[in-house]
Nanobody, 125 residues
Framework: QVQLVESGGGLVQAGGSLRLSCAASGRTFSSYVMGWFRQAPGKEREFVAAISWSGGTTYYADSVKGRFTISRDNAKNTVYLQMNSLKPEDTAVYYC??????????????????WGQGTQVTVSS
């Protein structure tokens, strides 16, 4: 069983930055693909980014490429999402998720077994 605890959300002006963290408990964290998803009011939860178990491969939604960076520190059982050049359309509740390898479609939320509680990110214009 894996528990995910998110932090780092908040209010920021457009063009600013935030760094989200997701701390995981579990003995096999290093063997999990980690992902970030977000859900804006009235919209479905959408894929943001994912990172392989080794940290050597990353995936990003087109909407955040060049602005967001996902990383992980397996020694600390933590995954991060560095968000730069934030836009009002980035406003959403951000969730981290975990799936033990193997995984087929890293952008599909149904692939993930564990989810954090979500953290609110609000970007003002």
């Amino acid at each position: 069983q894996v528990q995910l605890v998110e932090s780092g959300g908040g209010l920021v002006q457009a063009g600013g930055s935030l760094r989200l963290s997701c701390a995981a408990s579990g003995r096999t964290f290093s063997s999990y693909v980690m992902g970030w998803f977000r859900q804006a009011p009235g919209k479905e939860r959408e894929f943001v980014a994912a990172i392989s178990w080794s940290g050597g491969t990353t995936y990003y939604a087109d909407s955040v490429k060049g602005r967001f960076t996902i990383s992980r520190d397996n020694a600390k059982n933590t995954v991060y999402l560095q968000m730069n050049s934030l836009k009002p359309e980035d406003t959403a509740v951000y969730y981290c998720a975990a799936r033990k390898v193997p995984i087929v479609v890293v952008s599909a939320k149904y692939e993930y077994d564990y989810w954090g509680q979500g953290t609110q990110v609000t970007v003002s214009s």
